[in-house]
């Protein structure tokens, strides 16, 4: 697989309270991905980004909500979510990492 693809797969850690909640109970991270990713390309990208073992992947695509400006309505973008649970010794440090 192309490396350039991979640091591609991965846009940018989902942090919300839920996130870091599954993170210091389940050692699983939320992950904003490339709506064309797939679990073997994300269980790749995660692998090597951050040097863990994944041990699954969920993923959740979110529709964009309906807002309205006064008369005119809109849509926010759509977004790809992957839950990514690390086998058991591994840890990812967002503040070390990078």
Not at 65 to 87: D, Q
Request: glycine share 6%; net charge positive.
């Amino acid at each position: 697989m192309n490396e350039e693809l991979l640091y591609q797969i991965i846009l940018s850690p989902y942090v919300s309270e839920k996130s870091t909640r599954l993170a210091d109970k389940h050692k699983q991270f939320v992950f904003e991905v490339r709506p064309d990713a797939s679990k073997p390309l994300i269980k790749q990208a995660v692998e090597k980004m951050f040097n863990v073992k994944v041990e699954s992947i969920t993923v959740l695509n979110a529709q964009g909500k309906v807002k309205r400006h006064g008369r005119t309505s809109g849509r926010r973008r759509a977004t790809k979510k992957a839950y990514v649970r690390l086998k058991p010794g591994f840890d990812i440090d967002f503040l070390t990492t990078g």
